[in-house]
């Protein structure tokens, strides 16, 4: 994978150290990492080195990143941090329980009542990102993560849209691996909403329990096409969870199930026809085999689990491979010291036992990611306190619980404390000045320091050209919290004028109305009948229409009516009398009281020379 297999040792935004590769996820590779400032174990996923050229890709990307980052869910991977430090990245929680897709390579198949109680805690992820808005697009094994104790978390929220959406693609393995769990109306290009999550969870779950994905052909067009002419059949080792399946992979969308919290409940109700489902067995890496501890990671060997699995919550630095086959040696030097201390301790343990009395016990909670309001709601429910013993300064937004003692599932008296280290925000950062640019460039400053933008108010401005900011809210140069929401006001450009009602004016007084409203007057003369010589006829546009800041603007000015002198006719045939009357634009009638043929013209009415409107009729007599 070019560009991120050479990253060990190298530290991002100059906090995550990367320490070694944990898995290939998609379009880049994950590590594990050091969060050096709040001293804990993440996951980073470096994205393509390509995809950091990709400017587009990088705005949805931080856009599709906050919005993971605000889903906080017991099923959904925290999404604590992203950024940009030559390559894209996103930080997550570190799950050390490996994936579904681990299960299955590893040869473990899930039962049907399993299978029911992962799909459960998979819709009710889906249903906490429905109802605010959000498709998964890409859910798979390789994306369904499980805790050490076996708790599933949906991963790569936000992540598979940014991808889809970006101008570098990945290779065509990873396209089909997409496909194999594509709901048929994926491959139309068309708007996805959550019954699209709905299908593919239908898949996974066959495939979890079968180790067959229904349903795919030799190239993902072929599996689509196929899917959008048969829905899903399940097969006879589904048993109660059939009816569950087939009305989730449905090829028309309306007959699915119309959201996760539906599914969520067919799936408890097919549950309940199930026995108790056995304790998950967890595949790290490599073959599987018979585990006294099915809740417990397995790996398929020891350099592997430890290349790969580290203590989330220890506060050493992680050991590389050499570290650990030393250790491993110095220790089988002391085991006889280990083992005799080991049983010596558990004797006292078991003597001090039996004369206390056992505390309750309870799983502590999962509640980094939530808020103190939250994480207390929870820890009721539970029957635990939490309290705040330190805060410090994070991107997560002020509140976020960072890190928890002791962490989720660990056992702990039911009436004890988790003590919790919480984000006071990140710290303030300047705003930038974006007035007097472009509304895109304005938004891409903003975004590209950090900030959201807010509402985008538009008015009218004689100052500033349209489509450019007007004023910022908070001001340029104010310290704010870094995701704050930045107001811009855009200019709609200089306001429309309405053409005065000039008729009767003389051309100058027209004129100077219309240069002292910013319109450019143009003057065109013409005859009228009604309106006097010199005076305003009217304009185009016409008065009450508007006109754009500069256009012109016609003046229509009247030169009086269209008079033409009447020619002298008299003494001219009626051939040469009639046509010579035309050619003035005049009409004629001829008295033929004494008209004889060749006879010339003795009168005609008005006489010679006398003004008449074109059009006028001369009556001519012989």
Do not use: C
Not at 99 to 110: A, K
Not at 325 to 347: F, K, Q, Y
Not at 386 to 407: F, K, M, N
Not at 508 to 527: H, K, N, Q, S
């Amino acid at each position: 994978m070019s560009g991120v297999s050479d990253l060990v040792g190298t530290v991002l935004a100059d906090r995550y150290r990367l320490r070694v590769p944990i898995g290939t996820g998609g379009g880049g590779r994950v590590y594990l990492a050091d969060d050096i400032r709040l001293r804990r174990r993440v996951a980073v996923k470096v994205l393509h080195a390509a995809l950091a050229e990709d400017a587009g890709f990088l705005r949805r990307f931080r856009a599709e990143a906050q919005l993971a980052a605000s889903l906080h869910h017991p099923n959904i991977m925290a999404v604590y941090d992203w950024g940009n430090d030559g390559l894209p990245f996103m930080v997550l929680e570190y799950l050390a329980g490996g994936s579904l897709r681990s299960m299955l390579d590893g040869g473990v198949r899930l039962s049907p009542a399993q299978a029911a109680h992962v799909g459960r805690e998979v819709s009710a992820a889906l249903e906490h990102a429905q109802e605010r808005g959000l498709v998964h697009r890409d859910i798979k094994p390789a994306n369904l993560l499980f805790d050490e104790h076996g708790i599933v978390r949906v991963a790569d929220f936000g992540l598979a849209r940014a991808l889809a959406e970006a101008s570098w693609t990945e290779p065509a393995g990873a396209v089909l691996g997409t496909a194999r769990y594509a709901a048929p109306e994926q491959g139309l290009g068309t708007p996805l909403d959550g019954r699209a999550d709905l299908y593919a969870l239908s898949l996974v779950l066959v495939e979890s329990v079968t180790g067959r994905v229904p349903g795919v052909a030799d190239t993902p067009i072929g599996t689509l096409a196929g899917r959008a002419r048969r829905s899903v059949v399940a097969p006879e080792e589904m048993g109660p969870l059939s009816a569950v399946v087939e009305r989730a992979g449905r090829a028309e969308p309306d007959e699915r199930y119309p959201d996760a919290t539906t599914m969520r409940s067919a799936l408890e109700d097919a549950a309940e026809a199930l026995p108790p489902p056995a304790p998950l067995t967890l595949v790290v890496a490599g073959a599987v085999a018979e585990d006294a501890n099915p809740t417990q990671m397995r790996s398929g060997t020891a350099s592997e689990a430890a290349s790969t699995v580290f203590d989330q919550d220890a506060d050493a630095e992680p050991m590389g491979v050499d570290d650990q086959l030393e250790e491993a040696s110095t220790g089988r030097r002391l085991t006889p010291w280990i083992v005799g201390a080991v049983i010596l301790a558990a004797l006292g343990a078991a003597a001090f036992a039996l004369f206390q009395t056992p505390a309750a016990t309870v799983p502590a909670p999962q509640l980094v990611g939530l808020t103190t309001d939250a994480a207390g709601q929870v820890a009721d429910e539970v029957g635990v306190s939490i309290d705040v013993v330190e805060e410090i300064e994070a991107a997560e937004p002020a509140g976020t619980i960072l890190e928890q003692r002791p962490a989720a599932g660990a056992f702990m008296n039911d009436d004890g404390t988790v003590s919790l280290t919480v984000s006071s925000g990140p710290p303030p950062v300047a705003i930038p000045t974006v007035t007097g640019l472009a509304v895109e460039e304005a938004i891409r400053e903003l975004e590209d320091a950090g900030f959201l933008v807010g509402e985008q108010a538009r008015e009218p401005s004689e100052d500033v050209p349209a489509d450019v900011v007007i004023s910022q809210d908070p001001p340029a140069g104010e310290e704010v919290a870094s995701g704050s929401k930045i107001n811009i006001l855009i200019s709609d450009g200089p306001p429309l004028r309405t053409v005065q009602d000039l008729a009767g004016s003389g051309y100058d007084e027209a004129a100077a109305a219309l240069e002292g409203i910013g319109l450019v007057p143009e003057r065109a003369d013409e005859f009228s009948d009604d309106v006097p010589s010199g005076q305003v006829i009217g304009t185009t546009p016409a008065a009450g229409e508007p006109a754009e800041r500069g256009s012109t603007v016609t003046v229509r000015v009247s030169k009086g009516p269209d008079l033409v002198p009447v020619p002298d006719v008299r003494g001219l045939g009626i051939d040469a009398a009639t046509a010579a009357l035309e050619a003035k634009g005049l009409a004629f009638d001829v008295d033929t009281t004494n008209f004889t043929p060749g006879a010339p013209v003795v009168t005609q009415s008005p006489a010679p020379d006398t003004k008449v409107k074109r059009g006028a009729t001369v009556t001519i007599a012989f």
